[in-house]
């Protein structure tokens, strides 16, 4: 765990309220700026993965097409081997 001190031990009470108020601001800068980056990776990794959806539903139905057209093919072969000539 890391720790740090927000505010030096030897300063006067006005000198330590500044202090707070210094190191709260610059906490809620640095906490918005992480949230944001977050955002901003979350966003790129959806559209990523929407990417990437679309690309296996587009491999899903080339795949059902030949199965469907090879199912078709082994019929008529079959129907073929079936009917007297």
């Known amino acids: 765990m890391l720790t740090a001190?927000?505010?030096?031990?030897d300063l006067s009470p006005e000198e330590s309220a500044v202090?707070?108020?210094r190191t709260?601001?610059?906490l809620d800068l640095l906490s918005r700026t992480v949230f944001e980056q977050?955002?901003?990776r979350l966003d790129l990794n959806v559209k990523r993965l929407g990417a990437l959806e679309g690309r296996?539903?587009?491999a899903r139905k080339k795949v059902v097409e030949?199965?469907?057209?090879l199912q078709c093919s082994s019929r008529l072969l079959s129907f073929s081997?079936?009917?007297p000539s």
């Open 81 to 83: 081997l079936r009917s």
């Open 24 to 26: 709260l601001a610059r």
């Open 5 to 9: 001190n927000l505010v030096s031990p």
């Open 66 to 69: 030949r199965c469907t057209c």
């Open 56 to 58: 296996i539903a587009g």
């Open 38 to 40: 977050l955002e901003e």
């Open 19 to 21: 202090q707070v108020v």
